[in-house]
């Protein structure tokens, strides 16, 4: 089927009359803007740190980003236990949480906090895929998604965080899981000050040119997400909490003098 | 003042039939710049309510005769957006399949200017020396504002009348409904179009509405007056012609 | 194939200008997108350039589009996905089926998809006996109304919360409310529990990327983010113009996108899928199908004229600026696509002659283009289309129609054609105008053909004197 699809495009293309495909469509060198923009990212002043910051603290408002800004993990820790004890599940009436199995989250210890326990922390699990002989179990991945349904927060890192539009970009990986950022009433997002980017376009510079970024790939998930959850399409009146979660708190970790 | 060719004029057939004082305005105001004006008297329609239609082939029968007619022209006017439009830029559509009659189109399109377009742009002229004392406001026609962006030139010669009071309507720039055979054809949906137009004008109080089109004015022209509203319906060159 | 229903534009327009609820529906959607668009436009850091440049990235990959939619099936195969090729709408209709019996699917959850709403997914599950809910809110909505969206992004915008809240009680069995908080929480919870049971999610694809091998979906609500994230299954449909070669430009693409389609400087979320579920992954689809939709596309790519009309992203900014939908609504297009954008598509996909009044019936003001993030000049299509009408094309298959009004204009051109016959013609009409109704020296009736005229409008009669008389007259006078 593909090959007469495709002929049938070929055709109507006139490639039979000699119209040539394009040479350049895949682009394989940065152009000279975007070798500025690398550039721009790598050598960043604390000056413009700040401006992004800046940046970043008057969009959060508009998009309804609920944006915390912590100097220290046990702050960050604290910020977020307080919220989870302030906040109440919307589904049913038990308070459980779920969170990537992240470095960053992870340092964060919520687990042994004083005034969490009794409040369950579901960490995303990682499987053993080096026996690729063994398929994962599906069990184990039904007692996680049973998981993240229970929860009414769900707490990721992201890759980057863009200041001018406050997008996190999140990717699917081992532990990071996509439901957490979405199946939960509340979105908390962990991110550290230097993973934050000026615009959309560096974002997308960096994931197109960055060696590292290139050879790990957009992976088969990648998410920009911008703000809660919203619709308006009830007589245009804008609601928050359509089908992904209500509110979406940001906490950016500042650089520990 | 260095040397101003004479212009030919190129007539809307409507203006021609059925409102003759706007091109007699215009005319007014050109001879008072000291411009030499002509007007071949065989001239008729250009075409674009069978080009609009999709008539092409009748559309092209009047290209031709336009173009046999105005091409010895060296600056050629008309009182109408939408028809400089139809010969600037449709013109040379018509003939994509005939080069050497698309090149005579091509030319004779640059040189075709829309009334404010020539004083404004080649004239440097936004003050004719017109004084008006009423309370005017401004219809954008779509062809003149999009398709030719001629906007900034009938708002500069507007501005400078002496004792005018120019007020701006909600949504100026959106279209009054007019669309030629449109308005005919699908009769309701012009007029629902048009009835928003005719709010936006009763609302800024004005009792002159002014545009560069008279197709969309005689549109407007038409329900002030089936409402019984006291709005004056006049062309730019009107106001400008006044002294 | 979904068929369309766009002979009775005139009846239905007729009826949504008289429907006091849409219009005021109308006026508020495009007196509150419309400038907001208009706004965003200006404060892209790339200035309006980026408009034009956007353009041509869509032109490059429709002149393209034999290597880009070779090289995006490869790329999403060597990530796991499965690509399916559907020469027509019967053809994908009938592949999202197949995969829907074989993996026992009973429920489906779907995301806003025109393309699905153009071969008529829905129908084609629900006869193989698939439960299919739609889960953008406003698709919920008219789902459970039985209706046709009439906005291609806001396809609810013509029901008032009062009905929304009616239908929700009928249909949901909530507590009646108007409060749209409440009813999108009805909604949310009714909903959340179809999601977290589907079998299968359904997605459309906005925008695919083919160096990477991902498409991309984006939406507000999450409700696409959900429907491919927790079903085991995900099926993408795409028309097999929504592509672009990399990264680069799609971001650029994107974002004028979201900025055309609601105001924003992207949308809430976008999301790259590029195939199911990697190894040690703890959620996503377990299998990941792409179904590229031809369905009368590849005919408009033949046509040097309408292949403009490919580069259209739908993000139904057109919509939000046109006077005549600003008037009509969506619904008198009789196709799930409608505005100016509809005026142009649906013809070229169903039938020219069937959609006869879709060319015909606006008044190119030309505001669409300039409301259109990526500039089509949807104008000259519509013109391109009416000369088909009027002058028939076999290669279109279309029939010349208006045989009436072909006559009218070639007597007309006779006229025309010669001075003397049109002075004649003009001191006939003179006379003959006095026979008419007036109000205040105006006519207030004309007779067949122009009687529309006239119907709330009144008419300036002839002039005494045509100018050129006049100035004849005048130069003879100098003599
Ligand atoms: S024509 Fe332009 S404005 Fe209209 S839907 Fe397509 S891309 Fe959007």
């Known amino acids: 089927m593909q090959q007469t699809f495709i002929s049938t495009i070929k055709q109507a293309l006139g490639r039979s009359q000699g119209s040539k495909p394009a040479e350049d469509l895949f682009t394989t060198e940065p152009s000279e803007h975007e070798k500025i923009v690398l550039t721009q990212i790598q050598q960043r002043t604390s000056a413009q740190h700040n401006a992004n910051m800046s940046r970043l603290r008057e969009v959060t408002g508009p998009l309804y980003v609920n944006l915390h800004e912590h100097s220290s993990l046990e702050e960050t820790a604290e910020a977020i236990a307080a919220l989870i004890k302030e906040k109440s599940p919307e589904w049913g009436t038990e308070k459980h949480v779920c969170r990537w199995d992240h470095p960053l989250i992870n340092q964060l210890k919520l687990e042994s906090l004083p005034e969490l326990s009794g409040i369950p922390i579901h960490t995303t699990p990682i499987f053993d895929v080096t026996d690729q002989a063994r398929p994962i179990p599906s069990s184990q991945k039904e007692q996680f998604r049973a998981q993240v349904e229970q929860s009414f927060i769900g707490i990721t890192s992201a890759d980057y965080c863009v200041a001018a539009t406050a997008t996190l970009a999140l990717r699917s990986r081992p532990g990071q899981s996509r439901s957490v950022s979405l199946v939960p009433s509340i979105h908390v997002a962990v991110v550290k000050e230097k993973k934050l980017l000026s615009t959309l376009e560096e974002l997308y510079t960096l994931l197109k040119w960055d060696p590292a970024e290139r050879k790990e790939g957009l992976t088969n998930n990648l998410s920009l997400i911008s703000g809660p959850s919203k619709t308006g399409d009830i007589e245009l009146i804008m609601v928050h909490g359509a089908h992904g979660p209500r509110e979406l708190h940001l906490f950016i970790i500042g650089e520990e003098q | 003042m260095k040397h101003t060719p004479p212009v030919t004029l190129f007539v809307q057939c409507i203006i021609d039939t059925i409102y003759p004082d706007v091109a007699e305005a215009m005319v007014k105001v050109l001879e008072d710049l000291n411009i030499q004006v002509s007007c071949p008297t065989s001239q008729t329609c250009c075409g674009q309510p069978a080009f609009n239609s999709g008539h092409r082939q009748v559309a092209k029968a009047a290209a031709c005769k336009f173009i046999d007619l105005f091409e010895e022209a060296e600056i050629i006017i008309s009182p109408s957006g939408s028809c400089v439009n139809m010969v600037r830029h449709h013109y040379p559509e018509l003939f994509a399949d005939d080069p050497e009659m698309q090149k005579r189109a091509i030319k004779v399109g640059a040189k075709t200017y829309e009334f404010t377009q020539y004083l404004v742009d080649v004239l440097q002229a936004e003050d004719v020396g017109a004084r008006f004392a009423r309370k005017v406001t401004y219809h954008a026609s779509c062809h003149l504002n999009r398709f030719l962006g001629v906007d900034r030139q009938p708002r500069a010669l507007l501005s400078h009348i002496r004792e005018m009071e120019l007020i701006e309507m909600k949504d100026a720039d959106r279209c009054c409904g007019f669309g030629g055979t449109f308005a005919v054809k699908y009769s309701d949906i012009s007029e629902a179009i048009l009835k928003e137009k005719v709010d936006n004008i009763l609302q800024t109080g004005a009792e002159v509405v002014t545009g560069c089109d008279m197709g969309c004015l005689m549109n407007i022209q038409g329900m002030l007056s089936r409402i019984n509203a006291s709005v004056e319906v006049k062309h730019i060159a009107q106001l400008l012609a006044e002294r | 194939m979904a068929g369309i229903d766009s002979e009775k534009y005139k009846q239905n327009a007729h009826k949504a200008i008289a429907d006091p609820v849409l219009q005021s529906a109308l006026t508020s959607l495009q007196g509150r997108l419309g400038p907001a668009t208009k706004k965003l436009y200006n404060t892209l850091p790339e200035g309006q350039e980026l408009r034009k440049i956007a353009h041509q990235y869509r032109r490059k990959a429709i002149d393209n589009l034999d290597v880009l939619l070779e090289t995006l099936a490869e790329n999403i195969r060597s990530h796991g996905g499965q690509v399916h090729f559907a020469p027509s709408a019967e053809d994908a209709v009938e592949i999202c089926v197949r995969i829907a019996l074989e993996n026992h699917v009973r429920t489906v959850v779907k995301g806003k998809s025109m393309v699905t709403e153009e071969i008529g997914l829905n129908d084609g599950l629900e006869q193989a006996g698939i439960e299919v809910t739609e889960t953008d809110l406003g698709e919920y909505i008219i789902q459970l109304a039985g209706e046709r969206p009439t906005h291609i992004v806001a396809p609810a915008i013509h029901k008032t919360r009062e009905q929304i809240g009616e239908l929700f009680t009928e249909k949901l069995g909530t507590p009646y409310t108007d409060d749209p908080p409440t009813l999108t929480q009805d ?293």
């Open chain 3, 187 to 479: 909604a949310r919870r009714a909903l959340r529990e179809k999601f977290l049971t589907a079998d299968m999610g359904i997605s459309g694809c906005n925008l695919a990327c083919a160096e990477t091998g991902h498409i991309t979906t984006v939406s507000n609500e999450g409700n696409i983010r959900m429907a491919t994230t927790l079903p085991k299954l995900h099926v993408a449909v795409m028309g097999m113009e929504r592509i672009v070669a990399n990264l680069e430009e799609q971001q650029a693409i994107l974002r004028l996108m979201s900025m055309g389609a609601a105001s924003q400087q992207i949308g809430g979320y976008v999301s790259y899928v590029g195939g199911p579920a990697a190894p040690g992954h703890s959620d996503g689809p377990e299998q990941f199908h792409l179904i590229i939709v031809d369905n009368g596309r590849s005919k408009i790519l033949a046509d040097e004229t309408f292949r403009e009309m490919l580069c259209c992203i739908r993000c139904g900014a057109c919509l939000n600026i046109c006077p005549v939908y600003g008037k009509i609504g969506g619904h008198s297009y009789g196709s799930a696509y409608s505005g100016p954008v509809g005026a142009v598509v649906t013809p070229l996909l169903f039938g020219i002659n069937d959609a006869s009044d879709l060319c015909s019936g606006e008044s190119l003001c030309g505001a669409c283009r300039q409301a259109c993030p990526l500039e089509i000049n949807l104008p000259r299509m519509l013109l391109a289309l009416r000369s088909k009408l009027s002058e028939g094309d076999p290669s279109w298959q279309v029939k010349p129609a208006r045989n009436q009004e072909r006559w009218l204009f070639r007597c007309w051109q006779f006229v025309n054609g010669n001075r003397t016959l049109y002075n004649l013609f003009y001191a006939v009409a003179r006379k003959a105008q006095k026979i008419l109704p007036t109000q205040d020296g105006m006519i207030r009736k004309l007779p067949y053909p122009f009687n529309g005229w006239t119907s709330q409008r009144n008419m300036q009669p002839l002039a005494p004197k045509t100018f050129m008389q006049r100035w004849q007259e005048k130069q003879e006078g100098k003599k």
